[in-house]
């Protein structure tokens, strides 16, 4: 069989993938998608790329997901990557290795430890394994800082194959170096089945969030044409073909390459098969006996293969394996690696024709003899192939022990995933056997690695599976041990309840109460602390005396037991009932105290970053927004250099510090940021998109309804009252006050059941801004309607007076949302003026532009044409302007325009005074002055995107915001006319 020695078409194709090469060669990191049908020529398309790319002076590594039934190694394609990396520069990723023992997991050999191998049939004997629940974001930063660090010295292009196969946590792991691998030379292209991907495959949602990404490129390999085909067939036979004849082939092959080259192929032995199996089959039968039977091996064995396992399995002499394995490779059929020394189907069609060829019990006694073979251990392989061939071997009590093994390794290799996976999988063959294994441990791991791979709700369903095991082993054996056990699952249990967002609020503090009851019983122990702490915090606002009392418990077991970190834990949960007033403590000293008492390691980096959360939670709230920036920095610091990014309180502290940068009024910054991490595959990290949601709708950029519907689907209660609270913002922008005081009841009752006094403060404020327009609205005849609005008016007003009345609030910044609130009831200058002193007194930005903005109003209805009135004009649109809060800034040049008040400051009509500043629209905001420089460069939209990664429509918006502002006809006028007015050089 002969293929085209040059690559035909993907003329096009190839110029993309050469554009995000030359863009990651400036130091920008890109991640391109290449999706095409099955032999739709996406192989060969990359190999002429990494050919190109070693060539220029690139190191270039290729990785590829393998399909091993469900049970396939997690990070394969990344292991493949890493070991190629080492081929390249052994020294480097040892030193590496070194620096970050997290991929020690990935390349055990370099840490001194055991070879992977040797560590999994360890593993197998032994039981046990790392449980680790951190381990995953330790990996992929360390992954993420070699891959960087590599990129210094050359350009860095990673391939990754065959997408459509690839493991969740392979999956997790390119959704992360997505996001964050932002400035470095580096290119990543992942390839991937288009036809593969039926409308449940777990790649369709994750494709769709990464192509959201400003930095991610899709190419898509489209058929064959006519014309391509006549190419083919020339490049492969040295005789262009009849047009009749090429546009045969090309209707019967569908334009795949790969389908057309067996067609042409075959067609010269005077044949032209009208299935594709038929043709993959004829070109394997007419090979000789030896490597019929090498492929068969192969084909069972999946579509990449060892020699020494092929050894094993196909029980041939060394002489005949050697000839079918030269025969498979000179027809074309199996492809030699030489880095790893294995063998591959030239491609995956190859290998699913072979296969479904084979007899069911041919399959069967192949499998059983490849698991045989996995099991002597010469043959390299991983556990969850093993369980995959013991599975097919119809070989049940020997694949649960073998999926058992391989939930730990995956644990090992941080891909909690993967092990839940293997875990149900194992408790399923449990059930049918009847025994085999420890029921109880099997549904303890299962909870921790639906918990470590955020799958609350599956934690909760397994923990509760667990209780009941543990109450029922305790009833049949009953003792200190079973008293623990039952403990130790209702304290994980309710552990996992407390983070699920559902009506099991009950459910948790009894279960853990439960657990509290048990552990009265049994000598004090670090499991003891762990129960009290986590019962306190199942009442931590049900009753918080109760809670001071379990947490000051808690404490006082761990320093007795010498559990330190189990103890600054506590002390974290203790100071958060210190601010609220619950107990008479420090909240500050408490969180400083468990900062220092939290210890190293990955245990210790999750406690110190919950205390970095609240403290500069507390700086917040306390009037010190510098203060906060450097505690969320701090913290933001720490989750990068532990790999705890994208955990609960890693997406706390990136929160902190974006709400931080918007007090200060660095709204850009808080744009590009959540731009990106919006629709990022991670849920957690997609929780900051309600930052750039409340930016668009402070905007009333046109982008927010939009924005404001994409994260409707992100399961956090708490992000759902804070959208709930800016839609209400976004109906009254829109002119609906109506909608605002309907849809407020709503929003109100389930923001004072969750006791959210911030919100709730925010939202009275929204309702008294409508009731005042509905107020204004009213016709004098109608008396009912005013008085039903002025009885509002004043119940919002004593209702801001109470939730402004609690420890958490009674600094600068809950007076500041109480008298905005009181500002929108009455509407008068002194409440503006009274807003905007305790804005300025907290360093609120945004709050101060608003509050001057309509004070303006304020003033100019009362008739104030005073040197005090333009100068509170100029000052609020200064600040809008700083904000890009264009539609504020206008509506400010609107109030002066309509009360005749002239930008120049000099005398007018009538001897009114002029604004000493402008009071139009003035000077770009810095991110449009950016936009405008790359639109005179002659960017498009798309690549000011790529540019300032944000998206091709927020670009778009930018653009358009610039040519309303310089009064221009479209882009190119803009331009000129910025040129004209010094904005731009000439």
């Known amino acids: 069989m002969r293929s085209a020695s040059r690559i035909v078409g993907r003329r096009a194709e190839l110029a993309q993938l050469h554009g995000a090469l030359a863009t990651a060669a400036d130091g920008r990191a890109t991640l391109t998608l290449l999706g095409g049908d099955a032999g739709g020529g996406k192989t060969r398309l990359l190999e002429e790329l990494v050919g190109e790319a070693r060539a220029t002076g690139w190191t270039a590594v290729t990785g590829s997901c393998v399909q091993v039934g469900d049970y396939g190694l997690p990070y394969l394609p990344v292991i493949d990557l890493l070991r190629q990396l080492e081929a390249h520069d052994p020294a480097l990723l040892q030193a590496q290795v070194a620096r970050r023992p997290a991929l020690a997991s990935l390349l055990p050999h370099l840490a001194g430890v055991a070879t992977t191998g040797e560590l999994l049939a360890e593993t197998l004997v032994s039981g046990e394994g790392s449980a680790d629940s951190l381990a995953q974001g330790l990996l992929f930063e360390a992954v993420l800082q070699t891959f960087v660090e590599i990129a210094a010295t050359t350009p860095l292009l990673l391939v990754v194959e065959d997408l459509h196969w690839a493991d969740r946590s392979t999956r997790d792991l390119l959704g992360f170096v997505a996001r964050a691998l932002r400035e470095a030379r580096v290119a990543v292209v992942a390839s991937y089945r288009t036809d593969d991907l039926h409308r449940r495959h777990p ?200 999926l058992v093994a391989a939930a730990r390794q995956a644990e090992h290799l941080a891909g909690p995933s993967e092990g839940l996976q293997h875990l149900e999988q194992a408790l399923a063959i449990l059930d049918r056997l009847g025994g085999g294994a420890d029921r109880l441990e099997l549904l303890t791991m299962a909870a921790a690695s639906a918990f470590a791979a955020g799958e609350t709700r599956r934690a909760v369903t397994l923990g509760r599976a667990s209780v009941a095991e543990a109450d029922e082993r305790a009833a049949a054996e009953p003792g200190p041990v079973a008293t623990a056990l039952r403990a130790a699952t209702r304290e994980r249990t309710a552990h996992y309840l407390i983070d699920v967002a559902t009506d099991d609020g009950d459910t948790a503090r009894l279960v853990a109460a439960e657990a509290g009851a048990l552990v009265t019983d049994l000598p004090e122990s670090p499991l003891t602390a762990r129960v009290l702490a986590t019962w306190a915090r199942t009442i931590l606002w049900l009753d918080p005396a109760e809670s001071g009392r379990l947490l000051e418990a808690a404490i006082a077991v761990a320093d007795r037991v010498g559990a330190q970190h189990l103890a ?17 403590e420090d909240a500050g000293r408490l969180l400083a105290e468990a900062l220092e008492r939290a210890g190293e390691g990955p245990a210790g980096a999750a406690i110190r970053l919950r205390a970095l959360r609240f403290i500069a939670n507390l700086h917040l709230e306390n009037d010190t927004p510098d203060l906060a920036l450097a505690a969320a920095d701090a913290g933001v610091g720490l989750a990068r250099e532990t790999g705890l990014m994208w955990t609960f309180y890693g997406v706390d502290l990136h929160l902190l510090r974006g709400w931080a940068l918007m007090a200060s009024g660095r709204w850009d910054e808080v744009v590009e940021r959540a731009t990106i991490t919006m629709y990022e595959p991670a849920p957690t990290a997609s929780i900051l998109g309600i930052q750039l949601v409340a930016v668009l709708v402070a905007r009333q950029d046109p982008e927010a309804p939009a924005a404001l519907a994409r994260l409707r689907s992100v399961p956090d209660v708490l992000v759902q009252l804070q959208l709930d609270v800016d839609q209400l913002r976004l109906h009254l922008d829109s002119g609906r006050p109506e909608q605002v005081v309907r849809d407020a009841v709503t929003v109100r009752a389930e923001l004072d059941g969750m006791r959210m006094s911030t919100e709730a403060l925010h939202l009275a404020a929204v309702e008294a801004a409508a009731h005042a327009e509905l107020l204004r609205r009213a016709v004098p005849a109608d008396g009912v309607a005013a008085g039903t609005h002025r009885a509002a008016l004043a119940e919002l007003r004593e209702r801001a007076d109470h939730l402004a009345d609690t420890p958490m609030l009674r600094g600068v910044y809950g007076r500041l949302l109480r008298s905005r609130v009181l500002a929108e009831s009455d509407d008068d200058v002194a409440g503006w003026d009274a807003m905007l002193a305790l804005a300025e007194e907290a360093a609120r930005v945004p709050e101060q532009a608003y509050a001057l903005a309509r004070g303006f109003e304020a003033r100019l209805r009362s008739g104030l044409r005073d040197d005090a009135t333009l100068d509170v004009g100029r000052r609020a649109e200064e600040l ?95 331009v000129a006319i910025a040129r004209r007015r010094g904005l731009l050089p000439r």
């Open 880 to 974: 809008a302007d700083r904000l890009g809060a264009r539609a504020l800034a206008e509506r400010v040049a609107g109030e002066a325009a309509r009360a005749r008040l002239a930008p120049s400051g000099t005398g007018g009509d009538g001897g009114e005074h002029r604004p000493r500043g402008r009071t139009g629209p003035g000077p770009l905001t810095a991110r449009e002055q950016e936009v405008l420089e790359l639109v005179a460069e002659g960017a498009s939209n798309g690549d000011v995107g790529r540019r300032l990664y944000i998206t091709t429509k927020t670009a778009s918006v930018h653009v358009s915001h610039i040519i309303a502002k310089l009064n221009a006809a479209n882009r190119v006028d803009a």
């Open 568 to 584: 600054a834990d506590a002390m974290i949960s203790r100071a958060l009932l210190a601010w609220r007033g619950a107990v008479t």
């Open 203 to 402: 790649l369709r949602p994750h494709l769709a969030e990464l192509n959201r990404l400003p930095q991610v490129e899709h190419v898509t390999l489209p058929p064959l044409s006519v014309a391509e085909v006549a190419e083919l067939v020339e490049a492969i036979t040295g005789t262009p073909p009849t047009p009749q004849r090429a546009d045969e082939l090309q209707r019967r092959s569908d334009g795949n390459p790969f389908y057309a080259e067996q067609l042409i192929d075959e067609a010269r032995a005077g044949r032209l098969p009208t299935r594709l199996a038929d043709v993959l089959l004829d070109r394997v039968t007419a090979l000789p006996e030896e490597a019929q039977q090498v492929l068969r091996v192969a084909a069972v064995a999946g579509r990449t293969i060892d020699e020494p396992l092929l050894a094993a399995v196909a029980g041939l002499e060394p002489d005949d394996l050697v000839l079918g394995l030269r025969s498979a490779r000179e027809a074309g059929l199996l492809a030699l690696d030489d880095v790893t020394g294995s063998y591959t189907f030239r491609h995956a069609l190859l290998q699913e024709a072979v296969y479904s060829d084979l007899l069911p019990g041919e399959r069967t006694r192949l499998h059983a003899r490849v698991a045989g073979a996995l099991l002597d251990g010469g043959a390299g392989g991983s556990l969850g192939e093993l369980a995959h061939h013991q599975l097919a071997a119809r070989q049940d009590a020997e694949a649960l022990g073998s």
